[in-house]
């Protein structure tokens, strides 16, 4: 998800972002409508078949996405809107890469454990808290969750080994 | 009136203890909700849902309905007190009502807002009360042809009314039904679009979608921006109240005006944000003196505030009637009615009348109990808002991972929250709209049923859609909401040389 926009300024314009969301559903586009005609767009002596309305669904998607992709290459030369700062990504990428690890770390650690590493590592870095109250914090959330969702609630949310030791 | 006995019926349904403890606890919730950046009354909802799974649908829907009262509420005070719109509708609040908190007036603007909001909520449940159980009954006679006509109405003038780009819109709708599509096909079991991956059999849930479009997307988005929260302090009194009430009695006719607008943008799926700013316009045009706009009049508080809460109440009524919500929220609400095994749709009034007037009478007394709590507890949320981004980002990506976990189970739907979160923020920043995508994503089904039904009926002919005056109406009406950005475009070619930006 990165902008690789050959851009020196300190922004980055919107018409990169633009051209490759819009060609990502033209792609996805193409999906839909190689798929609906391998299941079939035509009719069954019972009725239409499966591919016979996401068939269409799919012309429209790439018709649509193919007409921003134009309009976007049309007005390539011209002045672009900015899509935003390069230390505004910066800033989004500070979140949405901790986001990524936490998503990947729950499968391996439960998501209680996971949570309290995720807390922790923001009011750290970006809070800049004590260590107190960050561990206070961090260790509180999850323990308020567990209570609502295993106990009040009884619905069982993804646990790792550190549950396991302690027997739930 | 057949309808005022429902309605006490309702009001009997609804009057029990616990679900008027329900209703407390999901107005409460949905202040919280409003009030921080990234859970909205779309996401919101959707999280909780899967906790109702076990409820008595009728609590259910009282509980999660009153959450979306309550972030509609919720809005406001970030709006007013922070000049940060803690929710897309309550962006037209913050013209006048953070200009009136810098006068020292955030007392007055705030008892503005929520009075606001109750009007307008107020009159869009009566409008509901009285107008649902005739289009229900009317809606009985409708066929598949009929549906899909309605669906297509609600999704062409998605097109025509938004103020993104048409195809930007049909882009964003139409991923919205591929992704529907997605899994085993209902009519004829026939696996579509899964590429030979197991995870993909049962297709994208439209839950996991909206945490991740509005929740992940949202914090990316606020992220961007660095928030600091600097804000107003306030405290409401009676007498404030009382003098809020009587200055505003003087803006009736903005009250009405807006509760129109709300309304009518509710039922037809404009939503409460162009709702709220269309509001805001015209009490400016209408306005004598449209110099003080910007700079804290009190008529630029209640107008997008009235319409915004007409709007977001009025969208439950084709959802109800018909099974098409007017707004992602109600999106929301129709997938819990499906997932508690109820069918929306005009057989609701006569199966489900328990249910419905429940509802219904919730409605009044869930904003009652809404105005009541806001206008007593606000320092307690201006005092939460005060709480660092650092601490609070984190915890809601939290609940939106467990909120997303919970749906199904499944590590695979909060990888996916993961996904649709990143396609929010890109879709939000290139401006495709992402209401349509949600609506499209919970209505393909019924949408392709209804379709695939009609051409039965017609052995593939197209012209069932215009083969009574009823269908051919509905179908004739979205044509021409379909065709209207055009219209615009070839009125403004024809009346001046001025380009016309797409």
Same mark, same amino acid.
């Given at each position: 998800m990165s902008e690789e926009t050959p851009d020196d300024g300190p922004v980055v314009a919107e018409r990169g972002p633009e051209l490759v969301v819009a060609?990502?559903?033209m792609v996805f586009a193409v999906g839909v409508i190689l798929d609906s005609v391998r299941v079939g767009i035509g009719w069954a002596p019972d009725g239409p078949r499966s591919g016979y309305f996401p068939f269409y669904i799919g012309l429209l998607l790439f018709l649509a996405s193919g007409s921003v992709f134009i309009r976007t290459l049309l007005k390539w030369k011209k002045p672009s809107a900015a899509f935003a700062q390069r230390s505004q990504l910066a800033s989004?990428?500070?979140?949405l890469v901790p986001m990524i690890i936490y998503v990947v770390a729950i499968s391996f650690l439960g998501i209680y454990v996971a949570s309290f590493f995720l807390i922790g590592y923001f009011m750290r870095r970006h809070g800049k808290f004590g260590w107190l109250a960050t561990t206070a914090i961090s260790i509180g959330v999850p323990l308020v969750f567990?209570?609502?969702?295993?106990?009040?609630?009884?619905?069982?949310?993804?646990?790792?080994p550190l549950e396991q030791m302690l027997g739930f | 009136m057949e309808e005022i006995n429902n309605l006490a019926h309702g009001f009997a349904v609804a009057l029990t203890l616990p679900n008027l403890l329900y209703m407390l606890v999901g107005i409460t919730l949905g202040v919280l909700i409003g009030v921080l950046p990234g859970l909205g009354g779309a996401n919101g909802v959707a999280i909780l849902l899967p906790l109702t799974f076990s409820m008595n649908p009728t609590s259910a829907i009282i509980m999660l309905s009153c959450i979306y009262w309550g972030a509609l509420f919720g809005g406001a005070i970030t709006s007013?007190?922070?000049?940060?719109?803690?929710?897309?509708?309550?962006?037209?609040?913050?013209?006048?009502?953070?200009?009136?908190?810098?006068?020292? !007036?955030?007392?007055?603007?705030?008892?503005?807002?929520f009075t606001s909001s109750f009007v307008g909520a107020l009159f869009a449940v009566v409008l509901i009360t009285f107008l649902a159980p005739l289009l229900a009954k009317f809606a009985l006679k409708f066929g598949p042809a009929e549906f899909f006509a309605v669906q297509l109405l609600t999704f062409c003038s998605f097109v025509g009314m938004s103020k993104e780009p048409p195809a !930007?819109?049909?882009?964003?709708?139409?991923?919205?039904?591929?992704?529907?599509?997605?899994?085993?096909?209902?009519v004829t079991g026939q696996l579509r679009m899964t590429y030979?991956?197991?995870?993909?059999? !049962?297709?994208?849930?439209?839950l996991i979608a909206v945490i991740g479009l509005f929740g992940i997307g949202e914090i990316l988005l606020t992220m961007e921006e660095g928030l600091a929260f600097k804000g107003k302090s306030a405290k409401i009194n009676l007498k404030v109240v009382f003098q809020t009430w009587y200055q505003l009695l003087s803006h009736w006719k903005t009250f009405l005006r807006s509760v129109a607008i709300g309304c009518w943008m509710g039922i037809t799926p404009g939503g409460a944000t162009p709702a709220s700013f269309m509001s805001y316009g015209m009490a400016r045009r209408m306005s004598k003196e449209p110099d003080t706009f910007g700079k804290g009049n009190i008529a630029g508080v209640a107008a997008p505030e009235t319409a915004?809460?007409?709007?977001?109440?009025?969208?439950?009524?084709?959802?109800?009637?018909?099974?098409?919500?007017?707004?992602?929220?109600?999106?929301?609400?129709?997938?819990?009615?499906?997932?508690?095994?109820?069918?929306?749709?005009?057989?609701?009034?006569?199966?489900?009348k328990d249910f419905v007037w429940g509802l219904i009478a919730s409605m009044y007394l869930g904003n009652i109990v809404g105005l009541i709590v806001v206008l007593t507890t606000v320092p307690f949320w201006a005092a939460i808002l005060r709480i660092p981004f650092s601490v609070i980002a984190p915890v809601i990506i939290v609940i939106c991972a467990i909120g997303a976990y919970t749906v199904h189970s499944s590590m695979f739907d909060v990888q996916m929250m993961l996904v649709f979160g990143v396609v929010g923020y890109f879709f939000k920043k290139l401006k495709y709209p992402l209401a349509p995508m949600v609506l499209a994503l919970v209505l393909g089904d019924m949408a392709e049923a209804s379709f695939r039904q009609s051409m039965l009926l017609s052995?593939?002919?197209?012209?069932?859609?215009?083969?009574?005056?009823?269908v051919g109406s509905i179908a004739g009406l979205a044509i021409i909401l379909l065709l209207w950005p055009l219209i615009g475009m070839v009125r403004r070619r024809t009346s001046g040389p001025r380009v016309a930006t797409a």
């Open positions: 060609l990502l559903l989004v990428i500070s979140v567990f209570i609502v969702f295993e106990r009040w609630f009884l619905v069982p949310l993804f646990k790792g | 007013i007190l922070f000049n940060i719109p803690g929710e897309p509708w309550s962006v037209a609040t913050t013209f006048d009502g953070y200009p009136m908190a810098q006068q020292g !007036k955030a007392a007055q603007a705030l008892t503005t807002a !930007k819109v049909i882009c964003a709708m139409m991923l919205g039904f591929a992704l529907a599509a997605v899994g085993m096909d209902t030979g991956f197991p995870v993909l059999l !049962k297709g994208f849930d439209f915004a809460h007409a709007a977001g109440t009025s969208a439950l009524l084709p959802m109800l009637t018909l099974g098409i919500p007017g707004s992602p929220t109600a999106a929301v609400l129709l997938g819990g009615l499906l997932i508690w095994g109820l069918q929306p749709g005009p057989m609701l009034f006569i199966e489900q052995q593939g002919s197209l012209s069932i859609f215009w083969s009574n005056p009823l």
